[in-house]
């Protein structure tokens, strides 16, 4: 079983690290791959993919099941999950379980993606219910078969749909920014990469 947690990363902080976590406990013998999206035009970044690259990898590090796929970032255009999926299914064929995972917010903006109808063929979805918050399954998932068992998703490629309980660790990249911005000396990021955060000088302005 392949399990996919995307994102931008843009730094990974402590809330990445425990989703990862749990995600490889929750899909036991699964690997769980973390995907750093390319940036969209819209949200430009101060800091480089390499570097947000570099920092997903040192904090993912050792943690068992986890592998930092850059397969975004390898393709050229934008990162659509539709052809994520499709090309992991290619590489691990037709018989291979993928489980795509998606936090509440993107659940609720589903129907502005590229072809999310697509989604129900290439992989199941494993929505992350982040501090028990419970959001409505919108309609464009409706085709994914609803089960309340994940172990389900090892008997098929793909089409269903779990809901998972994760813990709340109240952070975001958002806000790893803007404590870096006021110099706050204590964040809520692995130390190797409050390090290389300052070592590189990353994030130093304000956005
Ligand atoms: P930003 O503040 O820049 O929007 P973010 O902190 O939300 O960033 P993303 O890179 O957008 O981080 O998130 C990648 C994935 O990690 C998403 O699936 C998101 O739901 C999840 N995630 C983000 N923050 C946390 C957290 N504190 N705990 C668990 N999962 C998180």
């Not at 690997?31 to 993919?49: D, L």
Request: charged share 20%; glycine share 6%.
């Amino acid at each position: 079983m392949q399990v996919l947690f995307g994102g931008t990363f843009d730094p990974v902080h402590n809330g990445h690290v425990v989703m990862a976590e749990s995600l490889a406990r929750a899909f036991p013998g699964a690997t769980v791959h973390v995907i750093p999206n390319r940036q969209p035009p819209h949200r430009v970044s101060q800091v480089s993919a390499e570097h947000r690259l570099s920092m997903l990898s040192m904090a993912m590090e050792g943690i068992s099941q986890i592998t930092v796929n850059a397969i975004e970032l390898d393709r050229d255009g934008p990162s659509y999950t539709v052809d994520t999926l499709g090309a992991l299914r290619e590489r691990f064929g037709a018989e291979e379980s993928l489980v795509l995972c998606l936090g509440a917010d993107a659940v609720q903006v589903v129907d502005q993606w590229h072809q999310p109808e697509m989604l129900v063929e290439l992989g199941h979805l494993c929505i992350l219910n982040r501090a028990n918050q419970f959001i409505e399954i919108p309609r464009i998932l409706d085709a994914y078969q609803l089960t309340e068992n994940l172990s389900d998703f090892s008997n098929k490629a793909c089409g269903l749909l779990a809901r998972l309980a994760t813990p709340n660790v109240p952070v975001s990249s958002t806000e790893v920014r803007g404590l870096i911005a006021k110099q706050e000396p204590a964040l809520p990021v692995p130390p190797k990469i409050a390090d290389y955060i300052c070592r590189h000088h990353l994030y130093q302005d304000t956005e």
